[in-house]
């Protein structure tokens, strides 16, 4: 089980190439990459992402990829002599309009965007394979720790899970006991109100039998032992998708804890459901982190 929470880095050098890759990723519906990438590695840029995305199923992940070439020193350094002329332009006539000393230094030129250019490579055959397994090497360092952050959020939940299988088992073992409850005290009711007189018992059981029903809630509490089942198993599993699965059951957990809570009418089930439900709303953040 990977969480969706990570960060990962790698680093290559060889060949007067040096490259540093890293990557974070915070929970999201879906896949979302946002890559910073280079100029000199432009026409990579789609092997990058089918690189990343071989990795993180969803989530919203930063990519950052820096890169130095010290062979540049070699070749010389790329001036934008267009570009550089028209940032120098545009700061005399700003001077000239204001009144004011231009004082545009070459230094500060030299900072504005476009105006060192990096190496133009026409071939990058030769930079795909050191970037790749590069990206590829942060993914994985990504993933040891998305994966043990998951561990932790799996143990923390199975362990909530056993709370929830605490409480429905009391609601079942309180369940059969409301009916009997209410028809003491409906008992009760009346002959405090008829003051001794006879009553039809027979109604007295109909309106029981009545109640009873309505207040059933065995398939109920089958179907949340059914989904506790579910859940362990996909924890323990930790397979592709589990987020998603999990996310739909936790739907489903809160569905029937509302229908128990709604057919309650009795404290201590009311009680026990409102618990309950605080402990699925607790599992169910946690599952929002699951990939």
Known sequence: MLSMTGYGKA??????ISLTVEIKTVNNRNF??????????FALEDKV??????????????????FSDT????????INEERAQAVFSAAKKL?????AENDMTVSQILRFPDVVEENAYQDVSELEEPLINAVNAACENL????????????SDMLSRMEEIERLVLKIKERAPLVAAEYKDKLKARIEEALSGVNYEEDRLLSEVAFFTDRANIDEELTRLFSHIAQFRSIA???GAGSGKKLDFLMQEFNREANTVCSKSNDITVTNLALSLKNEIEKVREQVQNIE
């Open 11 to 16: 680093e290559y050098t060889g060949e007067g």
């Open 71 to 78: 062979r540049r020193a070699a070749s010389g350094v790329n």
């Open 95 to 99: 001077a000239l309009l204001l009144g």
């Open 236 to 238: 323990e599993s930790g």
């Open 143 to 154: 993933n040891l720790m998305r994966r043990q952050e998951g561990e932790k959020l799996s």
């Open 49 to 66: 992402r089918k690189a990343v995305r071989s990795h993180i199923e969803r989530g919203k992940a930063d990519l950052y990829i820096n």
């Open 32 to 41: 979302d990459l946002n890559a910073r990438v280079p100029r000199a590695f």
